[in-house]
């Protein structure tokens, strides 16, 4: 390749890492205006939550389009690539994670309408700060390249798991107690599994990370609590497609 024709793969190639970095801070946007407003019962906030996801949809699509373009018109290798398909594989978790955040703000606007459940909106707050704090971190990692921080996202994965296991099980206490509650806890129930979702969207991202960094697999399982009745049905595995080192 001539000079200029170097300058301009580099320079398509930091556009798509820069449009993924801006999607990340869309989408971690997305999941903490959800979570406030279920804690504060904002219908605004939340109705603006559904209505911004079409902005995260257009970006998936826009950094989809220009991978592939490079792709095709540059040929990339080694590390090249596999921080294009890295790019690639982030922007769907993200497109995914705005999707769970808007059914967040859906359910929000339900629960608005009823009785306050203070308690257990608290209880889904705590769930929804540490998921975006893990968000955060793994995009921090991305943008920084940092193998270290992203990592250690991924390690902790199991901490999602344990919160969402004990608000299920706070859940369903709520409901025995008193069955007028089934039809709010219902709603907090779908919350807080979206939140748990959108944990295992941040562990795949860091997985991605590694693989871009390393050109390798984060080796061993992921980091599992026990998993409550509910989880025995499988969901999609997410895992890391193996890319291309040379």
């Not at 301009?8 to 205006?33: C, H, K, P, S």
């Not at 991924?154 to 107690?177: I, K």
Request: with cysteine.
């Amino acid at each position: 390749m001539n000079q200029h024709t170097v300058k301009a793969y580099g320079d398509e190639l930091n556009q798509i890492t820069a449009e993924v970095a801006r999607m990340g801070g869309l989408a971690e946007a997305q999941v903490a205006d959800a979570i406030d407003s279920v804690a504060r019962r904002d219908i605004a906030l939340a109705r603006a939550v559904v209505e911004r996801d079409l902005k995260l949809d257009a970006l998936h699509r826009d950094i989809e389009k220009k991978a592939i373009r490079l792709i095709a018109l540059r040929q990339p290798v080694a590390s090249d690539l596999r921080r294009t398909l890295g790019a690639m594989k982030i922007a769907t978790d993200l497109e995914r994670t705005g999707d769970l955040a808007k059914n967040i703000a859906k359910r929000a606007l339900i629960l608005a309408e009823g009785e306050p459940m203070q308690p257990l909106t608290r209880s889904i707050e705590r769930m929804g700060r540490l998921v975006s704090t893990r968000l955060r971190d793994v995009l921090d990692a991305y943008t920084a390249s940092e193998l270290d921080r992203a990592v250690a996202v991924w390690q902790t994965d199991d901490e999602v798991d344990e919160h969402y296991n004990a608000l299920f099980r706070e859940l369903l206490t709520y409901m025995m107690g008193d069955p007028r509650t089934i039809g709010a806890c219902t709603h907090l129930l779908f919350m807080a599994k979206n939140l748990e979702r959108i944990g295992d969207h941040a562990t795949n991202i860091a997985e991605t990370v590694h693989y871009e960094i390393t050109g390798d697999d984060i080796v061993g399982e992921r980091p599992r609590a026990q998993p409550t009745a509910e989880d025995s049905d499988p969901t999609p595995n997410l895992s890391t497609p193996h890319l291309p080192t040379h």
